[in-house]
């Protein structure tokens, strides 16, 4: 089944760096074109079975990244 997109919204298939030691992903740079001023960057963890909801702002551009598992967001 095909992800449905809301309106405006873009995907970006991340890539993990690996070496030796471990791996590391870039989840926003500078030079990309979706990236945009930002004030905060945080994680935050669902135990499983756990739903949380984000609260809604009227004008605010967001960038998720699901590290694991999946993550739905309505309009």
């Known amino acids: 089944m095909a992800e449905k997109l809301i309106e405006g919204c873009a995907t970006r298939k ?3 760096i690996h070496d030796d030691r471990g791996w590391l992903m870039e989840m926003m740079r500078k030079d990309w074109p979706e990236f ?3 004030a905060q960057s945080y994680v935050t963890v669902c135990y ?3 739903v949380k909801a984000w ?3 009227k004008v605010q551009v967001d960038h998720f990244v699901t590290v694991a598992g999946s993550a ?3 309009p």
């Open 36 to 38: 945009e001023e930002f």
């Open 55 to 57: 609260h809604y702002h």
């Open 14 to 16: 991340l890539n993990a």
């Open 48 to 50: 499983p079975g756990v």
């Open 72 to 74: 739905t967001v309505s």
